[in-house]
């Protein structure tokens, strides 16, 4: 295996540059970087191009362009190991529409970094918020919502896929369909596990003691991991990756980390930020496109374990515990960083006593 991702669990905690751009603020943006991206845009679109920063919140410079009479959402990839991830995330977005899932409309993307040294995507540009500022609001009917949300879960997941974990784009180009690095999901889902719970204990998430509890028990439910065929798995989901309003749902945007994996993988997301009621209408959103699969509840308590195990290496190293920082889209109203450290020691431990214990959904 070849390719900066072909050895990664997920992306931003475990790329060679780990948390390249959470940090970023404007006094280290490369100055080079707006007037070779307005030269490249112009350029490749034959026309005057207008970039404004767009304030994005995630590892990408973000920016509106405005051009022809008509807005679109641009974003760039400067980390230093060169990931052309971009083209394979544009190659998703159609899939994903041909599935009958809305998502932004891909206008152009350069991930070869011949003409800038950055990787470049123009999107679609939705004049609407994110879920998550609504909900935050209080203008979402939630439940409504999840329900919506897993129906599109479950049609997602009728993308042809291969292998297992992050795509490979040779693999992906050989067979004709997107196939990840792996032939095994076991072989992707251990990836960096041991590494992750010791920086847990490290930082004071979690003991010692309970970080070797956790990977035994993960350990003893490893048979869950036998998986012979993978659906593909957005692996970010949560309200602010989706855009729209408080009458629904507009597109499902930023499929940068998606795999293939297990079909409960992304329904454990929402178990991440969410209550089990909301969780609860998801699974039945799904179950009225596709058969939830044999042992799903046990399958969402492991893939639970392992996403809180991520986000909260994220956090950790994000600083988002500390009660200066300000992750705030992350956060529940009113929570500060000790009390975001909380909420997610308790979601990583509620999702290792429903595993270990074999719990119904009630007690997440």
Known sequence: MSG?????????????????????????TDPNLLPQLTALLATALGETVKLTPAG??????????????????VRVEDGPEGDGHLDMESR??????????????VLFTDASRKQVPFAVQVIEYFDCPDLNSVYQQGGLRLTEVATEIGR????????????????????????????????????????????????????????????????????????????????????????????????GIRAFIDWDDAIAGDPLDDLSLLGCFYSAEVVQAALEGYASER???????????????????????????????EASKNGAFLMGSGQDGPAFKAFTRERLMSAYRGLGEDRELAHL
């Open 4 to 28: 900066p991702r072909a050895s990664i669990y997920y992306w931003k905690c475990d790329r060679p540059a780990a948390f390249h751009g959470v940090f970023r603020s404007p006094e280290i």
């Open 56 to 73: 994005g919140k995630g590892n990408h410079h973000t920016f509106l362009l405005d051009h022809a009479g008509e807005r679109h959402f």
């Open 92 to 105: 998703i977005l159609g899939e994903v529409a041909n599935a009958g899932v809305s998502a932004p409309r």
């Open 291 to 321: 058969p939830l699969p044999p042992g799903h509840l046990r399958r969402f308590w492991l893939h639970l374990l392992r996403n809180m195990i991520v986000k909260a290496v994220i956090r950790c190293g994000a600083g988002y515990f």
């Open 152 to 247: 599109n879960i479950a049609r997602w997941q009728n993308v042809p896929v291969s292998g297992f974990g992050p795509f490979d784009p040779l693999r992906t180009n050989s067979t004709g369909r997107l196939t990840g690095y792996h032939d095994s999901y076991a072989a992707y889902f251990w990836l960096h596990q041991d590494r992750h719970l010791a920086l847990l204990s490290a930082n004071g998430l979690i003991s010692e003691v309970e970080a070797d509890q956790i990977s035994q028990l993960i350990k003893i439910k490893s048979a869950l991991l036998d998986l012979e065929d993978s659906v593909l798995v957005h692996k970010d989901l949560a309200l602010w990756n989706i855009m729209g309003t408080s009458d």
